[in-house]
């Protein structure tokens, strides 16, 4: 029965090419913006660390009061200060202060010009709380940490460049005439957005490909190229520069249970409360603990030009769809005197709505071919609107292609639903009469 | 005309007729809002930067290895770029319009003060940045070479002397002139700058959105940086920007090569335009075609379904004729129902348009769309409307009489 419809349909559709390609192309063109958009937001909209994201918290704390802070929100960066005292009072599993930095890369050979690398001061607790995989070698140690030893984890586009891809663990590398010891190579790690380092292209960027150890960086005055904000005077040097109100840097913690993020937001609170005492902050204690995805929506890291075209293209698809319910309906009623004739030789309402919704369907399959097409070609398209580092993670996969289909499929059903239903309401002896 | 029967008419079409009403009103919202995203997008990406824009060299410059509080190296090198054949002047700074992030520093008039007079965008320059950029003072003076002094590393940007842009000396002083009056930059209890010259315009680094005169508050501050990187800004003669892209960077690694110039860190201007306003442009083009697509498709719908009623009623059409109906009659009588819905439709769909803007608004920090342009969004849909089912309903009007004698 199925072949037999959709033949059926195949042949109704046929007969009136011009209704049909016009149905078509409303399905294709609706169904290909929204997938084209749907696959920028998705790229920008995902969890990038899904085993962990509920259990990594970035905390703020709010060191300026009302004339300094967002509107009420304490500003998205922390001071060394804050930084350094929960780093030492370690409330946490793990725990790392983390800013982005900056270095050259000075090669042994002196034929070679300097190249620049970017990378992250953190403190070793940095790699397993974020399961950094590791070509060759690991992170650094606690006791590492305290030394403020000269060692250096570099990435795998690095390692690549330098060492042609052996492993390198144990050499040394110079980064601004400063010698380092190699302990680790992280392996190919693409985290996106990236969720600890959204002020480089909003998370998108090209990973850096240097981390140091966060005392050692402080040491060498590794100054950072993120977001720097001082609403407090500061001093020139840059131990004045340490110990002002700037805040610049990132704290995350891994509190693997719900108690675990419950006591240590209190203890946020209590450190606050603490600083207020101390005469430090003339204001109650405003302190945030966000997990990954809360930190993620905070920073609205989907850009909003993804966020307005899903809109507009959604809104699209919505009126094609309308556009189609409507041609639909002038096609099926158009039949009426022929539902009267299949009703009257003993076809049931069911039947009616079979053969109906299959032809439907087949105009949503030529859709979904279309629009797949319309896809494909709107990717080329994408680096237009948005910046190319987001643009390169839309890509069309089995699962785009799938979803292409099954909404193209659906939706025209859904459009075709009430046409259907008008058909099969049909009244075969009213149609019998009046021919 | 007579309404009344053709809203009786339409009694018998319901479906039909709340289709098309309704991809009317959809249609309206959308192209409304769509128009108004182009409008805001292209407002925002000929925002003039104050800058003669051609024959101008931007260069992204690292030192490896330089202390913070060593000045020479800048000195060093603009001695070297201003030597190269073809090239006018040049000048170091922090940044330069449309690079994107930047410094920004507070304004006040009095130092104690919580309340700014407004943010600036800080450019740290020597004498020469005003004949590089081509910005025209229009009072007071420019900076002597004796003047330029040194950064302090991650301190308030409070030179003695500063030079404005008009914005800001109309905002901080609205009612006279900002000449040898002081200003404080920086957090509360700087020292204070006088202001020695005004200039016309010079746009903030960050192209970021927001309106007009808040983007040209701009602060010249005649202190070379410190610190390891900068941008070198070079003019050239007429038709030797070509030939500079590739003799700077040769001529800086000439001096020492213990420097980075990463790829893509030698830019003309249009370069730096067209990367910074390259969403906004990407933005207008999908919205163009999303309108154009839109406006097509419910034309076709309205083709369709008018023309299928058409079909419907030709006996109907054949029993006015041949009472007396003239062609006119009938031609109107479609083009008056198209309207009929249309009004409707766009009645429902100018509420869905402000709406939706309201709802834009809280979420993407838009404007509020201006009457102007639901207006013509109005007019714009109800003639697609009438040219859409002029065409259904020529054809009614050649319906002839004797139709109404036929069985279908």
């Known amino acids: ?435 | 005309m007579q309404i009344k029967p053709i809203l009786s008419a339409l009694r018998h079409h319901k479906a039909g007729t709340f289709l098309i009403a309704l991809q009317m009103a959809l249609t309206l919202a959308i192209v409304c809002n769509a128009l108004f995203i182009i409008h805001e997008r292209i407002e925002h990406l000929s925002r003039p930067t104050g800058i003669e824009e051609s024959n101008l060299l931007m260069i992204d410059n690292h030192w490896v290895g330089k202390k913070d509080d060593d000045y020479s190296p800048a000195k060093t090198d603009l001695v070297a770029l201003r030597q190269i054949p073809g090239v006018v002047d040049a000048y170091s700074s922090n940044a330069y319009p449309l690079i994107g992030g930047g410094w920004a520093s507070g304004v006040r008039k009095d130092p104690a003060a919580v309340e700014q007079v407004g943010v600036t965008a800080v450019y740290f320059v020597d004498e020469h940045a005003l004949s590089v950029l081509g910005v025209k003072l229009v009072a007071g003076r420019n900076f002597r070479p004796d003047e330029i002094g040194e950064m302090r590393q991650n301190g308030n940007p409070d030179a003695p002397i500063i030079i404005i842009t008009k914005a800001l000396a109309d905002k901080a002083f609205p009612n006279g002139s900002a000449l040898g009056k002081p200003l404080y930059l920086g957090t509360r209890g700087g020292r204070p700058s006088t202001v020695i010259g005004v200039i016309e315009r010079l746009q903030a680094p960050s192209p970021s959105p927001g309106e007009d005169a808040r983007s040209q508050y701009s602060t010249l501050v005649p202190w070379l940086i410190g610190g390891d990187s900068n941008n070198f800004i070079v003019r050239t003669r007429p038709g030797q920007l070509d030939a500079v892209v590739k003799a700077a960077p040769a001529a800086l690694n000439t001096i020492s090569r213990l420097r980075v110039i990463p790829d893509g860190g030698v830019r003309t201007f249009a370069d730096v335009r067209k990367e910074a306003y390259k969403s906004d442009r990407g933005m207008v083009e999908l919205m163009s075609v999303v309108c154009v697509v839109l406006l097509a498709i419910t034309a076709a719908g309205i083709v369709g379904l008018t023309s299928f009623w058409v079909g419907q009623r030709r006996k109907q059409i054949g029993v006015r004729r041949a009472l007396g109906a003239t062609k006119n009659d009938i031609l109107s009588y479609f083009l008056t129902e198209n309207f009929l819905i249309s009004f409707g439709g766009v009645v429902v769909g100018t509420l869905l348009a402000v709406g939706l803007n309201l709802w834009m608004m809280a979420q993407f920090e838009m404007n509020r769309l201006s009457t102007g342009y639901v207006l013509s969004g109005v007019v714009a849909l109800l003639l697609l409307g009438q040219a859409a089912v002029l065409a259904p309903a020529m054809r009614a009007s050649r319906v002839p009489p004797v139709e109404a004698t036929r069985t279908v």
């Open chain 1, 1 to 435: 029965m199925f072949a037999y419809y959709f033949q059926l349909g195949l042949r109704s559709l046929h007969r009136n090419p011009v209704l049909t390609a016009l149905m078509v192309m409303a399905i294709g063109f609706g169904v290909a913006a929204s997938m084209t958009i749907w696959s920028v937001f998705r790229a920008t909209s995902g969890n990038p660390i899904p085993q962990k994201s509920s259990t990594l918290f970035i905390a703020q704390v709010d060191n300026y009061g009302k004339d300094g802070n967002d509107e009420g929100e304490p500003l998205p960066w922390m001071t060394y200060t804050d930084a350094m005292a929960l780093q030492h009072a370690h409330q946490a599993k793990r725990q790392t202060a983390l800013y982005s930095l900056a270095s050259s890369v000075i090669p042994a050979d002196p034929q070679l010009l300097p190249f620049p690398a970017r990378g992250y001061g953190a403190f070793g607790d940095f790699f397993p709380m974020f399961d950094v995989p590791f070509l060759f070698g690991s992170g650094w140690s606690a006791a590492e940490d305290e030394a403020r030893a000269s060692v250096v984890v570099i990435g795998r586009e690095l390692n690549d460049k330098i060492f042609g891809g052996a492993n390198s663990v144990g050499r040394e590398i110079n980064l601004d005439g400063v010698s380092y010891r190699i302990v680790g190579v992280t392996d190919r790690w693409e985290v996106k957005p990236r969720f600890f380092d959204l002020d480089i292209k909003g998370g998108f960027g090209v990973a850096g490909q240097i981390y140091l150890p966060f005392n050692r960086a402080m040491d060498l005055k590794k100054k950072p190229v993120g977001a720097t904000i001082c609403n407090r005077n500061v001093g020139t040097d840059w131990d004045s520069f340490l110990h002002s109100e700037c805040v610049w840097l990132s704290f995350w913690a891994e509190l693997p249970t719900a108690a675990q993020a419950a006591n240590y937001r209190q203890y946020l609170h209590g450190y606050a409360a603490e600083q207020q005492r101390a005469g430090r902050f003339g204001w109650a204690p405003n302190v945030r603990l966000r997990d990954v995805m809360q930190w993620l929506s905070y920073r609205h890291v989907v850009p909003k030009e993804a966020r307005i075209s899903l809109l507009i293209a959604i809104s699209f698809l919505l009126i094609c769809l309308v556009n189609t319910a409507g041609l639909l309906l002038a096609k099926f009623m158009r039949r009426a005197p022929e539902i009267g004739v299949r009703r009257a030789l003993g076809a049931s309402k069911q039947t009616i709505y079979a053969q109906f919704l299959i032809e439907a369907g087949t105009v949503g399959l030529a859709g979904a071919a279309l629009g797949l097409l319309l896809t494909a070609l709107g990717m080329l398209y994408v680096d237009r609107v948005f910046d190319s580092s987001i643009a390169k993670l839309a890509h069309i996969d089995v699962s785009l292609v799938g979803l292409t289909i099954a909404v193209s499929i659906l939706s025209t059903l859904l459009a075709a639903f009430y046409p259907t239903w008008r058909a099969a309401q049909v009244q075969p002896a009213w149609q019998l009469k009046s021919n």
